[in-house]
């Protein structure tokens, strides 16, 4: 069934995408765990190849392209063990490079915007690469999304995964160091997907990774996520200016739209006239989660779909969480399923360091040093 509907499809890209297709079922059907199984899903136009990897542990289901780790489609079961892919995004390679608004993608160097593209670190002025009005938004008009990533499988013990690595030179997008990066994505024996990042550099530089699946837990192309149930562990947010940059105000959630502490569906306050929500066409803010950097993944979040049935729940060590509500999809992109993507049709759950925080004195500090390693890590837990 899964595989009439994904090959139903035109142009050149349908070849390499059934295949990937045929293998990744066959994968499927072999029972799941077992190593990643790599096919090609296209070429860019200076025909550097991309693959994609299809994974399976758990009952989690995934597909992963080389290309900015993206994260392809992603499937788990309904109440009723029903399939279906929460994860938004396209069929093509082509699409992804025409015009992504970083479906699935992996973030990079840093997650979210910094004022201006500039910041100070030891007495240097940096200016990065602006891509969002004045602003630079996730690493830059080239960020991690739209690279392509060496990708190493591993099957070990209960896991399976990819590790994914790219080394980024001193100065790409005007950021200081040579970063050394490996993301790996592991589905465990539960059928958690979990991601580790890791980053060492050369110079003194910042860093925010962090990773963007846009979910809906009725499936992709399924209409809206507003009523799906949202709750956020934490009782401040940042508020923005017009141009979505922290003021530096930590402010509290209690009394706000923003306050998510106990589960409510997405779409009951999202139309409250309240300047933040003007700012941002809805939720598109970093929640300071109750328990700050913790030294383990620890709670931050849960969405549940009631028609479905699918949960997610998701633990970080990070101190932030972006909840992006999908406001800027403006029905301009069609999606894996075959049909337009509108606003609301999808959310974001991004975990990070806070916005801006290269400006921030009083924010968690974002600055990697030789010697010392960046590390964090995401668990994704899926149920019904
Ligand atoms: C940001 C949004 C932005 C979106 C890009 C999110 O992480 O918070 O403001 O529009 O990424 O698709």
Not at 93 to 120: C, M
Not at 332 to 342: A, D, K, M, P, Q
């Amino acid at each position: 069934m899964e595989l009439s509907r994904r090959t139903v499809m035109a142009g050149a890209a349908a070849a390499s995408v059934a295949a990937a297709t045929t293998t990744g079922g066959a994968a499927h059907a072999a029972g799941g765990r077992g190593k990643p199984v790599r096919t090609l899903f296209g070429r860019l136009a200076d025909g550097t190849k991309v693959h994609s990897w299809s994974l399976e542990n758990g009952g989690t289901r995934m597909r992963v392209l080389s290309y900015g780790g993206i994260v392809q489609s992603l499937e788990v079961p309904d109440r009723r063990g029903r399939y279906a892919n929460v994860s938004l995004g396209f069929d093509t390679l082509e699409d992804y490079v025409a015009s992504s608004p970083y479906f699935g993608a992996l973030i990079g160097r840093y997650g979210n915007r910094i004022g201006k593209g500039r910041f100070t670190l030891d007495g240097t002025a940096y200016q990065l690469s602006v891509n969002d009005g004045d602003n630079s938004l996730h690493g830059g008009a080239r960020g991690f999304d739209k690279r392509v990533w060496d990708v190493e499988p591993f099957a070990a013990g209960s896991d399976v995964g990819l590790r994914l690595h790219h080394t980024s030179a001193d100065g790409e997008m005007g950021y200081p160091g040579t970063l050394r990066t490996t993301v790996t994505y592991t589905l465990t024996r539960k059928g958690d997907w979990r991601i580790d990042y890791e980053a060492t550099t050369d110079r003194a530089t910042v860093v925010n990774l962090t990773h963007h699946v846009y979910w809906n837990l009725a499936g992709e192309s399924s209409g809206t996520v507003l009523d799906h149930e949202l709750s956020i562990a934490a009782s401040h947010y940042t508020p923005v200016d017009s141009g979505l940059i922290p003021t530096g105000d930590l402010a509290k959630v209690a009394g706000t739209p923003f306050d998510f502490r106990r589960a409510k569906p997405v779409g009951r306050d999202i139309r409250t006239a309240h300047q933040q929500m003007l700012y941002g066409k809805g939720f598109d803010h970093n929640w300071v989660l109750d328990k700050g950097a913790t030294g383990r993944p620890e709670h931050a979040a849960m969405l549940r779909d009631p028609a479905s049935g699918r949960t997610l729940r998701i633990a970080t060590n990070e101190p932030g969480l972006q909840f992006y509500s999908g406001n800027f999809l403006d029905g301009s992109l069609v999606g894996t399923g075959g049909r337009v993507y509108r606003q609301g049709d999808a959310l974001c759950l991004e975990t990070q360091h806070f916005p801006d925080s290269p400006n921030q004195p009083a924010f968690p500090s974002t600055v990697l040093r030789p010697g010392e390693t960046y590390r964090t890590t995401t668990v994704h837990s899926f149920g019904v």
